[in-house]
């Protein structure tokens, strides 16, 4: 009898042990920051792991775990580009959309778009193209060469400060006089910072 009770007492201690250990908070797996920023010898930034202008959409897919959409944007008086873009994702708990804009040239894109799914017209007056399967496919290799990052936290000039360290200028948007345009050449990078919107980083090629 004693035997059975101090089993059935071991086995209640092992269960809430159990338990306990699932209440408590796994850590936040480590990953790259949007302010961890490496120039590489080519001159060109490497940031989330992503080299612009060496790493390819396949491996981008591959650190971020998602497969991302990619989409075509042609506008009056401006070159065209290919997109893909991630509508959420998670890095070291910073919570954030992301578009990667794609090498790829003029002649395949004019190709891709005549043969899209859909177009339709944004309120930039740009208009999106959805590609098809087999163009899809055929951009996988293509190679990052701008990075749009906005996170859900929206970063104020301290934080900017804090995180960035000075930028070498701050410009006014000549569009939006309450933008402000925060630049730092070193690093191929633009933070838009705008009352009361979010902020927006855009990493670029020197």
């Known amino acids: 009898m004693r035997i059975l009770r101090n ?15 699932m209440l408590i908070p796994s850590k936040q797996a480590i990953a ?18 992503i080299h612009l202008g060496t790493t390819s959409y396949r491996q ?3 650190l971020f775990h998602e497969y991302g959409k990619v989409a075509i944007f042609t506008q009056e008086a401006k070159s065209p580009s290919v997109e893909a873009y991630f509508n959420s994702i998670n890095l070291g708990g910073l919570s954030a ?19 899209a799914m859909e177009s339709r017209l944004q309120p930039s007056g740009a208009h999106r193209y959805e590609l098809n399967n087999d163009d ?16 859900s936290v929206r970063l ?8 960035f360290g000075d930028a070498s200028t701050i410009e006014s ?10 630049l ?23």
Request: net charge negative; no cysteine.
């Open 97 to 115: 959309k992301l578009v990667l804009n794609l090498d790829v040239a003029t002649s395949h894109i004019e190709g891709m778009a005549s043969r």
């Open 7 to 21: 089993f059935l007492i071991g086995l209640i201690l092992t269960i809430a042990a159990i338990a306990a250990l």
């Open 60 to 62: 981008a897919q591959e």
């Open 184 to 206: 730092y050449d070193e690093l191929g990078l633009s933070i838009r910072v705008t009352e009361g919107e979010k902020t927006i980083l855009v990493y670029q090629l020197h």
């Open 173 to 182: 948007d000549s569009d939006n006089p309450a933008a402000k345009i925060w």
């Open 156 to 163: 104020d000039a301290d934080m900017i400060r804090y995180r």
């Open 136 to 151: 899809n496919a055929s951009l996988i290799n293509a190679p990052i060469t701008a990075i749009t990052y906005i996170p």
């Open 32 to 49: 790259p920051m949007p302010w961890e920023v490496v120039v590489m010898p080519d001159g060109n930034s490497k940031v989330f792991g």
